[in-house]
């Protein structure tokens, strides 16, 4: 059986082709203005890469806050279930989940077969997101991409009081004003996130072991200053950022 997850977030949208022997292909897309036409898009980008035609496969679910508008999907599913259920299939041994997406951030409690137990989001604002760390690369000119290595060259983190974006982007001004060097601004700025983070963690009881999904996973600053906040090793596979698609494509096979 072959199954399709398209995860459609406020950035990019993702897609998944999951066969018997595992994943098959997947790809990842920028979402715009158009949800349906994203979606659309990276389904048939994810079904080239494969190889493969609509009619070979079993499902199609959708996740994502950008969800409701797959119109070719057989069924929506939330993005909280489908992290849980993308992360048990690709580690069965983790039992707690940090998402870190474009416009929020979750934490998640799995039980032993995969199924939620417990969770926490912030979605309210742009704090600890994504979308806050592309804002202070703005700020401080660097690209987004070299902002993990950077921040583990830092001598000492900057004090980041408010996660606040508008605030934080005003403070890392004023840091950058009284001469403080790049790698200990973003060095803060990443413990600031975790510390966030952790406490959304925490409030839910989160175990280990850890696993980070969402796009900045890829961040390795983040990951090791949450890991710092945890007191536990945090696991990221190359597949973190289309982990939600992995989820709704292991769902769309459930039935």
Do not use: W
């Not at 080239?48 to 797959?70: C, Q």
């Not at 403080?180 to 963690?201: K, T």
């Not at 200053?225 to 990221?236: F, H, I, N, S």
């Amino acid at each position: 059986m072959i199954t399709v997850g398209i995860d459609v977030g406020s950035i990019t949208a993702k897609a998944v082709v999951l066969g018997p022997e595992g994943i098959l292909a997947a790809e990842v897309a920028f979402t715009g203005y158009n949800t349906a036409a994203a979606a659309r898009k990276v389904f048939e980008a994810v079904l080239a890469r494969a190889g493969l035609t609509e009619d070979r496969l079993a499902a199609v679910l959708a996740t994502g806050y950008g969800r409701k508008s797959v119109s070719f999907a057989a069924r929506a599913v939330t993005e909280i279930t489908c992290h849980a259920a993308g992360a048990h299939f690709t580690d069965p041994e983790v039992r707690g989940v940090i998402d870190i997406g474009g416009q929020d951030s979750k934490a998640i409690a799995l039980e032993a077969d995969g199924r939620v137990r417990d969770f926490a989001m912030n979605d309210k604002c742009a704090a600890g997101t994504g979308r806050f760390l592309e804002v202070m690369a703005r700020a401080l000119e660097v690209d987004l991409d070299g902002f993990g290595p950077l921040s583990l060259e830092a001598e000492r983190p900057a004090a980041i009081s408010s996660l606040c974006t508008v605030f934080a982007e005003s403070e890392v001004i004023s840091l950058i004003a009284r001469g403080e060097r790049r790698r200990n601004i973003i060095a803060g700025i990443h413990e600031a996130v975790a510390a966030r983070v952790a406490a959304m963690a925490g409030r839910i009881g989160l175990t280990g072991p850890v696993m980070m999904t969402g796009g900045v996973a890829r961040n390795i600053g983040v990951v090791r200053a949450l890991e710092k906040q945890l007191g536990q090793p945090v696991r990221v596979t190359p597949f973190a950022q289309v982990n939600g698609a992995i989820g709704a494509a292991c769902l769309a096979g459930a039935g």
